[in-house]
């Protein structure tokens, strides 16, 4: 199921339940998304190229030896364990608002996402 094309961007399918998800969830817990809003479109584009690789949207920023016992182990899968229990964001996608690198938004729209990602490509 893994994709060989690690460059190769997310699906829009993905994208856009990621976005979306990102969104909501950050409403719903009084988060913020980073004031840079390039590092909050790398993160949302990294957890649904791995929603699209391996099922389920595993924390783009970390090193895995085997992201799919990651993905099945759930810990690391957003929001993962240290965010739900803690609000710790190793990502910066969702900060708290004391957090230095918190912004305003609790939103980001699919154009904003792609053309920081376009980049990467």
């Not at 479109?41 to 690789?53: N, R, S, T, W, Y």
Request: negative net charge; glycine residues 4%.
């Amino acid at each position: 199921m893994s994709s060989t094309n690690e460059t190769q961007q997310a699906s829009a399918k993905n994208l856009e339940l990621m976005r979306k998800f990102s969104e909501t969830y950050a409403k719903r817990t009084g988060t913020y998304f980073c004031a840079d809003p390039s590092i909050t479109a790398v993160v949302i584009e990294g957890l649904a190229k791995h929603k699209d690789d391996y099922g389920a949207p595993l924390c783009p920023c970390r090193h895995y030896d085997d992201k799919e016992a990651e993905v099945k182990a759930s810990y690391w899968n957003c929001p993962c364990v240290p965010m739900q229990e803690r609000k710790e964001c190793h990502c910066m996608l969702f900060l708290t608002e004391d957090n230095d690198f918190a912004g305003d938004k609790q939103d980001i729209s699919m154009d904003e996402i792609r053309s920081t990602t376009n980049q990467y490509v």
